[in-house]
């Protein structure tokens, strides 16, 4: 049986379904720029109807709003988290690639090329007079300025790889965070929707917080259902897993932690480096994101035979050290790498040692100085005597050498203190004899000094490396971005808010809204006619 303002109540409905249309534009319209906003939609339907008593059919009962969705493409998400862990790996590769070519910083004025060249166009300046103290001061300076290169450089990548370090203990503590609050979401979004509604806006926040997680680690998300609702829906747990191990669970977060270290992984690295672990202590196994990247360049990666898979700033610190210390050895000592011989050396050339200094007298001229050796407790320079000790076989001596580094690379005490005994001449008393001295500075070209060539080729080999692996890494991280922009820009063409279709939407529900209160008036004068005017005269 139809109501006596039956009509009415019609018209009415239509007014509040218009005036719920038009806070969904409204709400979309404010949050067009709200990051992680997914626009939302009215679902209007057909209010039940009544059957007409004489059997002729069903009459309409006018309009409902039942419910407000959230447009959203979950797998164009999925897809998003997945391209975005491989974004985060590579983004920050390029990031910390580009700061290690900032360090060798090459080609420059002020890069090992001209240093070396700097201090071998020094010997060339004393082999003209070898009795100058000028010359002989310059080279002390240029030999200084060489050793300092690589303690600096040296000093650099220790700070480098310390400030790494925080950020990967940064990015743990991020990802903790995160999960924390994808978990107290969880709760939020369960219990609103546990009566039936949905928690639009909840949700777009927690799909916000796992964009930013997927950039940190290789993260998966997905909902599960398990099993059913009081009232007959699925009852559906919100998970992210990291390599396979639950980091949320519904309700719950496990959380990770670092541990330092207690042993170094390479002998370049600095103490103390950070591991990730879970808080029960089992390891984790972090395969993308910034943390992967950060581990990378942090650590190193090598293949079983020790080939660099990637080479991160042990490699580089390893590569500096191999450096001083053959250069050392065959400047001092004369000895080359020979890896077939048992003590990986062999004297196949002269060295520093064999050489006489400049005395002005002509008599007891020092002989047997070592021109390189190391720093010692206090950053003081050692001599050459207290560098080798007691040490008198090939074996022993090349023990010695592999105690120097790029860090604690130095010139001698000898002759930092008297620039007289810089070697110049292969026979006592000889001051203007300069045979040594160009025999050392023969080593400027030695070819076979190491597997890349002379000093300068294996300098340049190494750089010209380093420029090739943050290339690659730029390209992977330029195409990585461009794959995430292309699915993002998918998912804002289903998600996001377009300005025009909601004003269009505005002016539509507007009309909507004018033509039921319209309607309410019309059945306001109809039954004003009905009930005051009819039967007057």
Known sequence: MQQSFFGLNIALSGLYTAQRNLDTVGHNLSNASTPGYSRQQSIQSASNPLAVMDGTGMVGTGSQVTGVERIRDTYLDFKYWSENVANGEWSKKAELMGEIQVTFNEPSKSGFVKIMDGFFDSLQELSKDPSSGAARALVVQKATTLAKYFNNTATHFEQFQNDINDQVKTDVDQINIIASQIQLLNKQIYNYELTGGTANDLRDSRTLLVDQLSKLANIQAKEIPYGKLPNGEDDIHFQITLSGKTLVDHFSATKLIVVQRNIKLNEEDIGNLYDIKWEDGNSVNITGGELRGLLDVR?????IDGTPIYKGVPYYQR???????TFAINFNEGYTRNDALPDGYEHNGVGHIEGYG???DLTDAPTGI??????????TPISGSAFIGTATSVGDIANQYNQ??????????DIIDDANRIATSDADGQNGNTNILKKLMGIRSNQSLFKEGAPEDFMKSLVAGMGIDAQQA???AKTQKALVRQVDNRRMSVSGVNLNEEMTNMVKFQQSYNAAARMIVTMGEIYDTLINRLGVG
């Open 370 to 379: 070592r021109f390189f050796t190391m720093l010692c407790v206090g950053d």
């Open 404 to 413: 120097i580094t790029a860090k604690n690379f130095s010139v001698s005490s």
């Open 299 to 303: 650590d190193g990666k090598d293949g």
């Open 474 to 476: 730029e390209t992977f």
């Open 319 to 325: 590569k500096l050290n191999e450096f001083v210390r």
């Open 358 to 360: 400049y005395d002005s």
